[in-house]
């Protein structure tokens, strides 16, 4: 039977309770300053149970990173294979994008992997594969169907993918995310639209 905690009236399993408390624990102490006694404590559960679901803490970073990026590929693959036009699923696509990149959990998870990269590379790399090189990819096939139909000009799918998430999601966003400075209500609305705007110039055909 999966176990349960009453949380401000909202049903949290232990497992869900231990990742949170770590992701706390890996963000204000580090990930090598961090031991399990410490998520069990934030946790407020029994070290025994932290490894009766986890090996170890670095185990406990591997099912953040799986548990989040596979929450976004699961969204972004209904709207890849979305038939609606290319100027419908366009801007769908990058409100879902912004509002990830924007989450609070990605942001936490984000400068957990940055800062444990130098000790951790696998973890980083581990980030990189299930996440944006994943969404890349299906952005890409996304990308050569639209060409095969004509809505896009003829070009290399994966750099069109590029194009397109670097308008979304580019580096002055993602430094901001990691140093937590967003403004993240206007940044929405105007960013989504100055994206898929300029998107659109360079690559629709009409």
């Known amino acids: 039977m999966t176990k349960t905690i009453q949380t401000e009236g909202v049903p949290e399993t232990h497992r869900e309770r231990i990742l949170s408390a770590a992701a706390e624990s890996f963000l204000e102490l580090g990930f090598?300053?961090?031991?399990t006694a410490e998520i069990a404590r934030r946790a407020k559960v029994s070290k025994r149970e932290i490894y009766a679901y986890f090996d170890d803490?670095?185990?406990i970073l591997t099912a953040s990173i799986t548990e989040l990026q596979g929450e976004m590929q699961s969204q972004m693959g209904g709207i890849w294979t979305s038939s609606e036009d290319l100027e419908v699923?366009?801007?769908?696509?990058?409100k879902i994008l912004t509002k990830y990149i924007l989450s609070d959990r990605f942001s936490k998870l984000l400068r957990i992997v940055a800062t444990d990269s130098y000790h951790n590379p696998q973890a980083a790399t581990q980030f990189f594969e299930m996440?944006?090189?994943v969404g890349r990819k299906a952005t890409a096939t996304y990308m050569k169907?639209?060409?095969?139909r004509g809505k896009l000009r003829k070009a290399d799918p994966l750099k069109a993918a590029d194009d397109f998430l670097d308008l979304v999601i580019g580096a002055q966003?993602?430094?901001a995310v990691i140093l937590g400075q967003v403004d993240r209500a206007p940044l929405r609305r105007d960013h989504i639209k100055h994206a898929v705007e300029m998107f659109m110039k360079n690559y629709a055909t009409s």
Request: net charge positive; charged share 20%.
């Open 32 to 35: 090598e300053r961090t031991s």
């Open 57 to 59: 803490k670095r185990a």
């Open 89 to 94: 699923v366009l801007p769908k696509a990058a």
């Open 131 to 133: 996440g944006p090189n």
């Open 145 to 148: 169907s639209q060409m095969n």
């Open 173 to 175: 966003l993602m430094t």
